[in-house]
């Protein structure tokens, strides 16, 4: 199983950025996936979780902001970030949930800075 993240970038406070999180390897609809993310010397956190039915969850810090979705047919999982903040800066990764987890991604880069 392999896990693509992609979509970062540098953004400006205020700008969006949409990420994308590939799986290939295995059918991913059948798992609830999550979006990571981990700034240097910090633990991974969970930023938004979608199950296999749709439902979703988010992290306070991003509640309203950002909104997680998934294309089955496409064996991709989103998320669609508007109103950046430069705390929002970290390496942003995919995985399902819950654990055990597929070896991790190397991530997307995702900088909120002017």
Known sequence: ?????????????GGSLRLSCKASGMVFSINAVTWFRQVPGSTRA???TITSGGSTNYADSVKGRFTISRDNAKNTVYLLMNS???EDTAVYYCNRSPPPYYTWG?????????
């Open 1 to 13: 199983v392999q896990l693509q993240a992609s979509g970062g970038g540098l953004v400006q406070p």
């Open 106 to 114: 190397q991530g997307t880069l995702v900088t909120v800075s002017s």
């Open 46 to 48: 969970a930023v938004a």
């Open 84 to 86: 950046l903040k430069p």
